[in-house]
């Protein structure tokens, strides 16, 4: 025999007066009853209509609707439910299962009354299930189909009324949720739950009414919960009494105040930045479509909680108000590195009604979302191909023809074939001992600036052999330059506009100047005009049809710090720090006005037009790009991730190419903008820090954060992830799946690197001091401490640090290595500090190794200690008792040691310069120097596996060295 499933069904609607219906009175002639001392309050315009229970047979799908007492203590409308005036006020029909396994059913909801007085407005069938997945910020908790809980697949919006938590509410708790005697199972447990709508179906049906008589059917699709199948169901609707009678016309014989104070419907578009929300972090912005009889000033600013994605809740940006419904955008990030898979995050819309609304009325719009979370797919590899003699800061980016220039404030003038833009070279340099700025291309003549020199002038006509031009004495520091054939104008860091005569360039010479309001961070002629992006206080508008006697127009002050800008139609965007792209217009050059602002992820710091789009570069966040025609509607259409910082952007035939200061060139393929990514990087020698190795990984630390680089094939690495800290990530040891890592505010940070392609932050360990190296010994790790000395904590589960002891040195404690209970700390002028660390809690100093001059670092080997100082030399120490160290001998080296990492039988020695001393110490007695690799850049952290020494260079960025 099939047991048959009841499914308690709660019917509200929100006509106070039809409680006290009689049951044998004509439904379209009957009068209202005098109820006022029973019904709800105009305030909350809500009430409890009636309880039915659904019975489904499992087998046949055969539903009953079964009328349901109410308790005792609730109003008594048992007359009008069970035997009129209406019978079949609810129905449910054409129950089946889907292939996917869901539950699909129509449930229909008949008017019981003619008159229509009667009218309901945003009537809403709400489905109630048990719920598990919360939402922390609004003390919320709804249900999740992937926990096993029954859940509305197709919920067009959600509510709190009516749940569990209101039992009692209200008159009589006709206001609340109310359990039916037949009701079968627990009440369920979600305290915010999904509904559909029934209006009626009229073209004249503007305000989501429920006409008087009027039959409505929706389809639900409901996800069955495991177990038994139990959901409450409620139908909620507003009315108030008309403002005019007899009611002819629903739409204005009810006063505005019929329909739902609260937001009536929330829709929301997502956004994918690039590949979207994915386990590496990625973003997405969502365009929230708020719908309110009132507008956008009768609620507060849209919310959004995703506490699988980041922590606490994010406030929407107001975009624009479209008469029927005000558009919101919010950035969402996945910041906690959330895994692949579906979450859920919470739209919340606040009404000002609910301040006076009855607590158990929540007058809040509510959208629940699924947002997916993908796996991150790598778009590029980087390849070092630049000499690795080169250590730059890049100060501006030009594309010329074929031909890319850079300028460095510490390393000239570099130009680059980009003939190709899958494969990309360097060709040359020019410049020695110079401070290169700005640079810019016309013809065959390339115009730099020199902070110190002035206005350089190079005749590429020959690139093998160029003839140089000056330099021209420029006063203060001058920064950006634009030139045609006739005149340079030059932007100055001390706040002025500099116009040159190079025609002909040897006779180059100054022939106006005009002061700015500020600043000059960048500038592009347009037309007879110089449009300057002048830092804080915006953009320039400079008049140079006489070159002579340049005057300024006006000065546009956009919402930040103007950095960069480009120009078209007497259209002129910059980017703005912290905000994005702002659009102006200067037909009329003396009184500029506003046009557009489009917020972009990150840090806008330079952009470029072509075609009808702008090409943002954003900082950490890539290249965004911007749809700009037409202007008013300007949004972002794509994007394209880079590794490092995309500071200085150009955009050319397809291409997006733009250089940072730690990973040189990158080269993004744009064209369709949807699919944009970058398709080569030219590796520049960046600052990293520390390197640790293993099974085929490398984990970098350096002054941006952490990274894991693919490193199964040494001569072809690449990296796989990289996390952006708040300060720069400084030493690194691991063990067990954990990195722990000490960053540049004395904090550390625990990774999880298992598998390192999905490697995340697990914990931060908020030190109150600053610890600087870590060295791992069991389950345990040794900290030197500059204020502490020497720290201990325990290794938790998992990947957990715990305090478990310290003790003070009588130095500056900066190296540390350890093993078998024993820690050897380097302290400055005080020489080597051995330490028994066994208990943590009673750990105290047994020995001291007198070094001279100042200890930098040290490692052990078995029984045998190397040491570093800075009087030239390495010394080696028997540490076969810890308790009792003795020297074996030292060695002299031309360069000041730094760090030594002991493997292979020798010792590795890095210095302040630009050499590694390669070191046999076996034996120690006849300690030899065998090699010096020239590393062109300062070692400051070393791993070594399988005969390559893998190096992390604070100039040099990340090297592979084939040591046999």
């Known amino acids: ?102 539950l699909t059913l129509d449930v229909t909801v008949t008017h019981p009354f003619g008159n229509p007085t009667f009218t309901g407005f945003d009537v809403r069938g709400i489905a109630m299930f048990d719920g598990s997945v919360t939402f922390p910020d609004a003390w919320l908790r709804v249900p999740d189909r992937r926990n096993g809980e029954g859940e509305l697949v197709s919920a067009q919006g959600y509510t709190t009324l009516y749940n569990p938590a209101t039992t009692g509410m209200g008159p009589g708790g006709l206001q609340g949720y109310i359990q039916g005697n037949f009701a079968s199972g627990e009440v369920p447990t979600a305290t915010l739950n999904g509904f559909m709508r029934f ?76 590949q979207g929300l994915n386990d590496q972090g990625g973003q997405l912005i969502l365009e929230l479509f708020v719908f309110d009889y009132d507008g956008d000033a009768s609620y507060a600013t849209p919310g959004l909680e995703c506490p699988d994605l980041f922590h606490g809740s ?33 739209v919340t819309v606040r009404d000002f009604a609910g301040s006076t609304s ?19 797919e790598p778009d590029f590899n980087i390849v070092d191909v630049t000499p690795d ?21 510490m390393n000239g003038l570099h130009i680059f074939d980009l003939s190709d833009p899958n494969n990309p070279f360097w060709v040359r340099k020019y410049g020695e001992d110079c401070f290169y700025n700005g640079v810019f291309a016309e013809c065959s003549f390339v115009y730099v600036t020199d902070l110190m020199e002035g206005l350089i002038i190079y005749d590429m006509f020959d690139p093998e052999d160029p003839i140089v031009y000056g330099p021209f004495a420029i006063a203060d520091y001058p920064g950006r330059v634009h030139a045609n054939s006739n005149y340079a104008y030059v932007g100055n860091l001390a706040g002025r506009l500099d116009i040159f005569d190079i025609n002909p360039p040897e006779s180059t010479h100054l022939v106006g100047s005009e002061p700015t309001t500020a600043s000059v961070q960048n500038l592009e002629k347009h037309d007879n005009y110089i449009v300057a992006a002048v830092g804080d206080d915006g953009i320039d508008i400079i008049n140079v049809t006489d070159p002579v006697n340049p005057a300024l127009e006006s000065n546009f002050v956009t919402v930040g710090m103007a950095r960069d800008v480009t120009c078209w139609d007497f259209f002129a965007a910059t980017a703005v720090s912290g905000f994005g792209m702002q659009v102006i217009d200067f037909l009329i050059p003396g009184a500029p006005v506003p046009v557009v602002t489009v917020d972009t992820p990150g840090d806008a710091q330079s952009l470029d037009y072509s075609f009808g789009h702008v090409y943002v570069g954003a900082g950490h966040d890539g290249i ?43 080269v993004a393929d744009v064209d369709p903008f949807d699919d944009a990514h970058e398709v080569t990087s030219l590796l520049t020698p960046g600052f990293a820090m520390d390197v640790y190795v293993d099974d085929g990984y490398a984990f970098l630390t350096n002054l941006e954060g952490f990274f894991v680089l693919d490193v199964h094939d040494p001569q072809n690495t690449f990296i796989v992830k990289a996390i952006i800290t708040p300060y720069y990530s400084y030493k690194i040891d691991a063990a067990d799946g954990f990195a722990y890592v000490t960053d540049g505010y004395g904090d550390i940070f625990i990774y999880d690197i298992d598998p390192p392609g999905l490697t995340h932050i697990s914990d931060i360990l908020f030190s109150p001091s600053l610890p600087q190296e870590l060295a791992i010994d069991g389950d345990r790790v040794y900290a030197s401490d500059q204020v502490v000395g020497m720290a201990i904590y325990d290794i938790g589960p ?12 009588p130095g500056i404690a ?110 120690p007695e006849d300690v030899l120097l065998v090699d010096t690799i020239n590393l062109r850049g300062f070692a400051f952290g070393m791993e070594f596996v399988d005969g390559y020494a893998y190096v992390g260079g604070y100039i040099g960025g990340f090297r592979v060295l084939d040591l046999w």
Not at 358 to 370: H, S
Not at 832 to 843: E, F, K, L, N, R
Request: hydrophobic residues 40%; negative net charge; glycine residues 8%.
């Open 358 to 376: 009855p607590e158990w009325i929540d007058m809040t719009a509510y959208k629940v979302l699924n947002l997916e979370v993908v796996e991150w």
């Open 624 to 666: 965004q790009i911007i749809d700009v025609d037409p202007l008013i509607m300007a949004n972002i259409v794509g994007d394209a991730a880079i590794k490092g910082t995309a500071s200085f952007i150009e955009y050319y035939d397809g291409y997006v190419y733009t250089a940072d200061d730690a990973l040189g060139l990158h």
């Open 199 to 274: 209006i009626s179906d009229d073209p004249s049906n503007t305000r989501n009414a429920f006409y008087a008589g009027d039959e409505v059917t929706m389809n639900y699709e409901i996800d069955m919960p495991d177990g038994d199948l139990v959901l409450g169901y409620a139908i909620d609707a507003c009315w108030t009494p008309p403002v005019t009678t007899p009611v002819t016309d629903p739409m204005t014989d009810f006063g505005p105040e019929a329909n739902c104070p609260e937001p009536w419907k929330i829709n929301v578009s997502p956004h994918p930045v690039g």
């Open 814 to 923: 900066d190296g540390i290595c350890g093993a078998d209970g024993y820690a050897y700390v380097a302290d400055g002028v005080q020489g080597v500090q051995v330490i028994d660390c066994d208990p943590p809690g009673s750990a105290s100093i047994v020995d001291f190794m007198s070094i001279p001059g100042i200890v930098g670092d040290v490692d052990i080997a078995g029984d045998y200690a190397c040491i570093t100082s800075d009087d030239m030399r390495m010394y080696i120490y028997d540490i076969s008792d810890p308790t009792n160290c003795s020297e074996i001998t030292y060695i002299e080296l031309v360069e000041e040691p730094r760090f030594v990492y002991i493997q292979y039988g020798h010792a590795f020695v890095t210095t302040l310069s630009d050499e590694i001393y390669v070191i046999d110490i076996d034996p």
């Open 1 to 102: 025999m099939a047991r048959r499933l009841s499914l308690p069904i709660i019917l509200v609607i929100s006509i106070g007066f039809l409680v006290g219906c009689n049951q044998s009175a004509d439904p379209v002639t009957q009068q209202v009853p005098d109820i006022t001392d029973r019904s709800p309050t105009i305030e909350s315009n809500r009430s409890l209509w009636g309880y039915y229970d659904i019975e489904i047979d499992p087998e046949t799908l055969e539903a009953t609707v079964i009328p349901s007492r109410l308790a005792t203590d609730h109003w008594n409308t048992l007359g009008w439910l069970e035997s009129g005036p209406c019978y079949t006020c609810l129905g449910v029909s054409n129950v089946a299962v889907t292939p996917e396994g869901t």
């Open 798 to 809: 998992p990947g957990t640090l715990t305090l478990a002891g310290s003790v003070p040195t």
């Open 314 to 346: 994010r406030l929407a940006v107001f975009d624009s108000d479209n008469g029927a419904y005000s558009t919101f955008n919010i950035t969402i990030n996945n910041d906690l590195l959330a895994p692949v898979g579906e979450y859920k995050c919470l």
């Open 389 to 409: 003699w080169l250590n730059w800061a890049p100060s501006d980016f030009l594309k010329h023809g074929d031909t890319g220039y850079i300028t460095s404030v």
